[in-house]
């Protein structure tokens, strides 16, 4: 039993828009940051899907990339919170 390609592509949307209104309903930056996550990982579904139905590698090769962005903003996001609630190691307080 195959799955098709659109089937995908619903769950890719349906994570986007879950992304999408987490994005705009919370004010937590962490939460939102998660929301942002679901969003490129929405996208990457989307893409490996393409990548997959048209038998092209460049859609798994703009995976690697998003999530290599997706990285950065975890570790920005991360110490960035540490800085702010004040448990950064080496900070008098």
């Known amino acids: 039993m195959s799955v098709s390609a659109s089937w995908y592509l619903?769950?890719?949307?349906?994570?986007?828009?879950?992304?999408?209104?987490?994005?705009?309903?919370?004010?937590n930056v962490l939460v939102m940051f998660?929301?942002?996550?679901?969003?490129?990982?929405?996208?990457?579904?989307?893409?490996?899907?393409?990548?997959?139905?048209?038998n092209d590698i460049a859609g798994q090769t703009a995976v690697f990339f998003v999530l290599v962005v997706a990285a950065a903003e975890w570790s920005w996001a991360l110490g960035s919170s540490s800085r702010f609630t004040g448990d950064a190691p080496g900070r008098r307080g």
């Open 34 to 54: 998660m929301c942002v996550e679901l969003m490129l990982n929405a996208a990457n579904l989307t893409f490996v899907t393409f990548a997959r139905r048209l």
């Open 10 to 27: 619903t769950l890719g949307a349906v994570l986007f828009t879950i992304g999408a209104v987490g994005l705009l309903i919370r004010r």
